[in-house]
Nanobody
Framework: QVQLVESGGGLVQAGGSLRLSCAAS????????MGWFRQAPGKEREFVAH????????YYADSVKGRCTISRDNAKNTVYLQMNSLKPEDTAVYYC?????????????????WGQGTQVTVSS
């Protein structure tokens, strides 16, 4: 069992930056691939970024590529999402998710554990 707790969301002006954190419980964090997803009001939850269990491989949605960086610190059981040049369309609840093993996937249904989410609001 893995419990995930996101933090770092908030209200920011367009062009600003935020760094989201996701703290995981348990001793096996390093055996999980980690992903970030987001869900805007009235929309489906969508993939944002993910990172391999070792941290060696990352992948991003086209909508955030070049503006976001996912990273992880396995010693701290934490995954991060640095978001720069934020746009109003980035406004959403951001969720981190964990998937056992190293395989990366953008499919939300293939993730095993989810956090409760953190709200990001970008004003124009």
């Amino acid at each position: 069992q893995v419990q995930l707790v996101e933090s770092g969301g908030g209200l920011v002006q367009a062009g600003g930056s935020l760094r989201l954190s996701c703290a995981a419980s348990g001793r096996t964090f390093s055996s999980y691939a980690m992903g970030w997803f987001r869900q805007a009001p009235g929309k489906e939850r969508e993939f944002v970024a993910h990172i391999r269990s070792s941290g060696g491989t990352t992948y991003y949605a086209d909508s955030v590529k070049g503006r976001c960086t996912i990273s992880r610190d396995n010693a701290k059981n934490t995954v991060y999402l640095q978001m720069n040049s934020l746009k109003p369309e980035d406004t959403a609840v951001y969720y981190c998710a964990a998937r056992k093993g190293s395989m990366l996937t953008t499919v939300k249904d293939l993730y095993d554990y989810w956090g409760q989410g953190t709200q990001v609001t970008v004003s124009s």
